[in-house]
């Protein structure tokens, strides 16, 4: 039941256009407890949400070069990241 306050402070909506904050609260957390991603997609749909994911935007030899490198990794062939910053910093900075 809404106080005058309430009324006061709310704006005004057509009769069954009004959503109270707690039936959104509700949404959101179906949402975020759903694993169901037709749901999901559909949602995103609805509000226009779109993934621009940038794998499907670069070029083959682009793709085969990061599974390349992520073959080297699972591989032990990488270089640890310090050493690598090491190097840059002694080749770029030091003089």
Sequence with gaps: MKTRAMQKTL????????MDIQTKY???EKLIRTQDEAILNQVKELLG???KD????????????IRKGIDQLERGEGIP????????LDRY???
Excluded: Q, R
């Design 11 to 18: 704006p005004l909506h057509k009769a069954g256009n009004f």
């Design 81 to 88: 990241h310090e050493e690598v910053m090491k190097k840059a």
């Design 54 to 65: 940038w794998w499907h935007e670069i070029s083959e030899a682009e793709k085969a070069s």
């Design 49 to 51: 949400i779109t993934d």
């Design 26 to 28: 509700l949404i959101i």
């Design 93 to 95: 900075f030091k003089k």
